[in-house]
């Protein structure tokens, strides 16, 4: 049986398919938070590697907003009664 390895939430053990859900514990070789390293499953006691890729996204919002200018996007489909 094949398992989905890739980009899961929770990594699975590639032998016997076991998801740890407790890998944010695991610690990686290099400093940070990205990074791979190599555990134990916790159900059939293999080691295997893993890797753990992070993606930082970033949002933002005005705090404030003067509407006087016309109100050029958002404003538009809005007030268009
Ligand atoms: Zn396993």
Redesign the pocket.
């Known amino acids: 049986m094949a398992y989905e390895l890739k980009h899961n939430l929770d990594p699975k053990?590639p032998?016997?398919?076991?998801e740890d859900n407790d890998a944010w514990e695991w610690r990686t070789d290099e400093a940070g938070i990205d990074g791979s390293g190599i555990t134990k499953?916790g159900?059939?006691?293999?080691d295997f590697k893993w890797f753990r890729h992070v993606s930082i996204t970033y949002s933002t919002e005005a705090i404030n907003t003067p509407t006087q200018k016309g109100g050029e996007s958002e404003d538009k489909e809005v007030k268009e009664t």
């Open positions: 053990c032998y016997c398919g076991y499953c159900m059939c006691s293999k």
